[in-house]
């Protein structure tokens, strides 16, 4: 199917080109048995029996067998109301992009092709001033030490457009280990499901070509001392698990994804859990192979040095604004 004006392209469909095209037939329905599936609690970082994302707050009166869940940190209040607001007022005075399944972006990073592992400056020159405030506060998280952000996302989830993501994994290429976003607005649900496809889906086989950055012991090690196993094969899931995760999405909060659910789960954001304007902010690392020392770090570096610069959103879109408010 064609690239639709609401955005979507391919087998991606939202609420508009669905009712406007018939494009309903086209969705692979999500069919998740709700019964497999576990509500990982950010008190205790179990995953406990149960589908419902409010059945965290039982905390500490879970009930069933829960299960560990590895590669999840959650910290509840990142940031203030008032932060909130005003973070909010700031990104909506940037233009937003279209973007697939109902969502809208605007996107701060180096151009990238996935497919043919392309990596070009083009016209990135930083992140806005607004957003600072955010990286500088990922210097609290033990987790996040070394975090230099190449890539920010803001994305927006309407559920009048009945927006959402579908399963996929963070191109592994490019991206790093950890994966950052910050929640605004309202609350959702990242819905975890195994991933037993095939290794060039994601680029996921490049993970094979380097090391870990977050250690067992939640240690970060960009030295790449330890060489023991690759960053795909250090975070195998152990087990037979027949079990889809459910991890809150909380207002405010801040969740990194890394090891097991990074590499081995796909992840995605239902229709049906989102209820109200979200907004989040998504970060990314780059790999190994484009840092200091690592076989592409002449690009690397050029990127990272953008990547340290802030503008102000005022002076940049100012233009845009004087023309619609002739
Ligand atoms: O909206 C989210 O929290 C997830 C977004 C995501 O998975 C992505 O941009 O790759
Ligand atoms: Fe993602």
């Known amino acids: 199917m064609k690239p639709r004006p609401c955005g979507c392209k391919g087998c991606r469909t939202c609420l508009i080109c669905e009712k406007f095209y018939g494009a309903e037939s086209l969705k692979l329905s999500l069919k998740l048995d709700k019964n497999k599936g576990y509500v990982y609690c950010p ?25 560990n869940y590895p590669g999840i940190y959650i910290e509840p209040d990142f940031i203030t109301a008032s ?72 994305l927006e989830y309407d559920p009048s457009k009945g927006a959402s993501i579908d399963p996929h994994i963070d191109d592994c290429w490019i991206w790093g280990e950890r994966i950052v976003t910050v929640n605004c607005l309202s609350d959702s649900v990242l819905t975890m499901t195994v991933f037993k496809g095939d290794i060039k889906k994601y680029n996921l086989y490049c993970a094979d070509e380097y090391y870990p950055v977050v250690q067992p012991d939640g240690s970060i090690d960009l030295e790449f001392i330890n060489k023991d196993k690759t960053m795909l094969d250090s975070c195998k899931p152990n087990e037979e698990i027949d079990a889809i995760i459910r991890i809150p999405l909380i207002r405010r909060s801040i969740i990194v994804m890394y090891g097991e659910s990074r590499y081995h789960w796909e992840h995605c954001i239902l229709r049906e859990d989102i209820t109200s304007r979200r907004v989040c902010i998504a970060y990314r690392e780059f790999t190994p192979p484009y840092l200091t020392n690592g076989a592409y770090h002449e690009i690397g570096n050029e990127i990272t040095t953008r990547a340290k610069k802030f503008w102000d959103h005022k002076s940049k879109y100012k233009k845009d604004d004087e023309i619609i408010d002739t």
Do not use: M
């Open 43 to 67: 008190f205790c970082n179990k995953a406990w029996p149960g589908w419902e994302i409010d059945e965290y707050k039982q905390h500490p009166n879970h009930s069933g067998e829960p299960i």
């Open 83 to 154: 932060e909130e607001e005003e973070l909010i007022k700031c990104i909506d005075q940037v233009p937003w992009d279209i973007s697939q399944s109902g969502r809208r972006k605007q996107n701060y990073g180096p151009k990238t092709n996935f497919k043919k592992k392309k990596i070009v400056p083009g016209n990135f020159e930083g992140f806005p001033e607004f957003s600072k405030f955010l990286q500088d506060r990922f210097k609290s998280i033990d987790l996040l030490r070394d975090y230099q952000v190449i890539e920010q996302c803001s």
